[in-house]
């Protein structure tokens, strides 16, 4: 049913169904007069696929207005982010959804009870996995919709995006400096040590910020596992919300502590949350901590073609090549990696965010 798959790409979980209305969501034709219901098993896919972190949008020839107030009635238009209804091309639409969402055409299903609608996508985007309305009903038993783990964050991923949809508007109507912008979202941070159940997702955000990842190092779920109870070690969870709900996890760092050195081995922060300064503060309060436990900080940095915001991050915080002898209290770095350092001073707390932080100086 896919069309071809970029070389050497493993098959890839689904991240968007685009759904047809008419003979496929719900039964029936609307601009017939025909009283449309969506049938429950195709309800619980819906719902199903939500729970999952798979997005759903609709791409269907009708009148919006009515299509759209039926969808609300039927008590399901809230499971949609995205909704082409109108006269134009279904490759269109189907494109259109794929470019603001951001995702490869790849991850996107296209689901449509006319052989021809599907014909007419697959024609002009052969990646996009197109489905017949048969199948609605099966999807949830298909491989390509069962992601490998289902996290806090997945199950959320409709309302996170609903949230930030609402705030690109507001940014957007907001004409004001950036900074009163971002006083006007009651931004909150919170840095804690991570628990056993928060490890997958940290690990789900270091495989998707590789752009943020400083150490372009992977740490693997199994990896960090084995530090949690290691007393050196700080494996750190960074959250976020605004007045327009929560952004979930957005970082983690890995911090090991020592008396007279910190080693930061791993900082990535999510690019959803770049433009809320989240790497920087992160970075000063662990410089303010260090300081307060009157320790050197040392932070890998592994330069990736796509982490160079990172690097900017670090060098604006502080962080120098300089050669401190505190460096001979580390072990041997593996060549790829640099050592950028800091001897830390107090910093003030963060304009722009309230930060609740676990209080790391005094453990
Ligand atoms: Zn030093």
Redesign the pocket.
Known sequence: MSGPLPPNEPVSTVKCVVWDLDNTLWKGTLLEGDDVVVDDLIRETIVGLDSRGILQAVSSKNDHDPAWQRLEELGVAEYFVLAKIGWGPKSTSVREIADELKFAHHTVAFIDDQPAERAEVQFHLPQVRCYPAESATELLTLPEFTPATVTADSRRRRQMYQANVRRESEQESFGGPSEEFLLSLDLEMEISRATASDLSRMEELTLRTSQMNATGVHYSDADLRALLDDARHEILAVTMSDRFGSHGAVGVALVETGPA?WHLKLLATSCRVVSFGAGATVLNWLVNEAATAGA?L?ADFRPTTRNRIMEVAYRFAGFTDEL????AELPPDSGQTQRL?I?PAPRPAPGTLRLTAVPLAAA
């Open positions: 050195v050197h040392v401190c002898t505190c460096l350092h001897t």
